[in-house]
């Protein structure tokens, strides 16, 4: 069946350093692919989202890039700070479908 | 802006009982998610709902049902609660091409 792989599934970076977190999905129906951030303790929420039409998305310190021919997509985050530590996930949605990767667990270390 | 309300942020029950966590979304979406999420892992999907009275199962059935018998109400059971049922569950809803959007978890302690 479709799936979503995500890589790494922990991270660990220096405080100011980037960091990159990859997706791979399957299904090539999919034409959605939002990335949420989930604090400990609490639901995840939408940080970012791109869709099939675009190549790439920027909201300050972080973007998103998406290469349709691949079906990958990688979330970028620039000058992370500790509270940038969090697990990400990845997800790849079509109009029925809707799959989460297997997570990102990332430490920004002061 | 969504709204996903679950009824219960945490909830200590004991085993063998049948338990019921109820979520409500007020956007009207046609989709509704139920997710378990152990410390460490991912979001593993129990069972969705793509409209009303209607059911998939996901990932992780097994002990466990749902019910959607309105549009904004998606409840999961536990028919009989056993101790490795223990775990952080995630309702969410969706319509397409949009973000899911989540509720604030039910934390579940079964005995």
């Known amino acids: 069946g479709e799936n979503v792989e995500q890589h790494p599934s922990t991270l660990s970076v220096q405080e100011g350093d980037s960091a990159v977190i990859k997706c791979t999905y399957s299904d090539s129906a999919s034409n959605y692919f939002p990335w949420y951030k989930q604090e400990l303790g609490k639901r995840p929420q939408l940080i970012i989202d791109i869709r099939s039409n675009v190549g790439e998305k920027k909201d300050q310190r972080i973007a998103v890039t998406l290469n349709k021919t691949a079906k990958h997509f990688s979330l970028h985050i620039t000058e992370t700070q500790p509270e940038d530590s969090a697990v990400y996930f990845c997800?790849?949605?079509?109009?029925?479908?809707?799959?989460f990767g297997t997570g990102t667990r990332l430490k920004v270390l002061a | 802006d969504v709204k996903v309300t679950q009824s219960s942020r945490y909830l200590v029950k004991r085993t063998g009982e049948k338990v019921f966590l109820e979520c409500v979304q007020d956007?009207?979406?046609?989709?509704m998610f139920w997710y378990r999420q152990d410390p460490g892992l991912g979001l593993r999907l129990i069972y969705f709902s793509y409209d009303v009275k209607m059911k998939e199962k996901g990932d992780i059935p097994e002990g466990y049902s749902v019910s959607r018998e309105k549009k904004e109400r998606f409840s999961l059971i536990l028919e009989s609660a056993s101790t490795n049922q223990t775990s952080m569950y995630l309702c969410a809803s969706w319509t397409g091409n949009q973000p899911q959007h989540f509720g604030d978890g039910t934390r579940l302690s079964i005995l």
């Open positions: 997800a790849a949605s079509g109009t029925y479908k809707y799959i």
């Open positions: 956007m009207d979406h046609e989709n």
